[in-house]
């Protein structure tokens, strides 16, 4: 076993629309908003929201045939994904790989903010879309 895990970066929340489902964690729950960013090679626009050490991620569909678009056809707003962070991720995909963990990326790809990211599909993580992170070198 190794340690590679460092903390939740962010937890990913599909939303139909992040101008009226960002009021909660921004005007209620008082979280900053980080930034915003269109992730093209996933089709979404994401914004980013922190208190304190919590990040959470609103994921909103830019496109009809974007994976968020499919999930919240599926399953309506909700938690999409939890992303944890790795120093390094290529390290951290050959480890996965190498315990026949099932990836759904197979090398770090760019996700928001300047963020490598893999994900690791969720019949390999008890149902939970998993992403692991980590900065950019
Ligand atoms: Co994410």
Redesign the pocket.
Known sequence: MIKMIKKI????IAVENIEEQIVWYRDILGFSVVGYEDVPDQKVR?VILAVGEIHV?L?QPTSPDSPIAKYLEKKGSGI??I?YEVDDIKEAIAYFTEKKIQMIDKSPRS??HD?Q?AFVHPKSTCGVLT?L?AHAR
């Open positions: 970066a962010h937890i990913g994401v991620e994921l999409h994904h992303a996700g928001a963020k990211i992403e992170c």
